[in-house]
């Protein structure tokens, strides 16, 4: 059991910047891959970044890509997206979840979650 808290949510003008944070209760998770989802009302959850165990690849969904950094820490069991250049379009709640495999966009594919966090874009 993998238990993820994100944190760094909150409301930002468009062109600014957020830093979101998931921490894992599991004594490790230098093992699993970790990926970021977001989820906008009235919308289906999709993928927005995702990160090897390792954290020598990684994959970004076409929409974040240039703005969106993913990265971790595994000494630290966090994961981080760092978000830059905001778009009112990036609003939405933003979840962390882990796998065990290769890197995948498929929600279905993820073996836990978090609660997540609002992010929220003004124009």
């Known amino acids: 059991q993998v238990q993820l808290v994100e944190s760094g949510g909150g409301l930002v003008q468009a062109g600014g910047s957020l830093r979101l944070s998931c921490a894992a209760s599991?004594?490790?998770?230098?093992?699993?891959?970790m990926g970021w989802f977001r989820q906008a009302p009235r919308k289906e959850r999709e993928f927005v970044a995702a990160i090897s165990w390792s954290g020598g690849r990684t994959s970004y969904a076409d929409s974040v890509k240039g703005r969106f950094t993913i990265s971790r820490d595994n000494a630290k069991n966090t994961v981080y997206l760092q978000m830059n250049s905001l778009k009112v379009e990036d609003t939405g709640v933003y979840y962390c979840?882990?796998?065990?495999?290769?890197?995948?966009?498929?929600?279905?594919?993820?073996?836990?979650w978090g609660q997540g966090t609002q992010v929220t874009v003004s124009s």
């Open positions: 979840a882990v796998r065990l495999g290769g890197l995948s966009p498929n929600v279905r594919g993820y073996d836990y």
């Open positions: 599991r004594r490790t998770i230098s093992t699993y891959v």
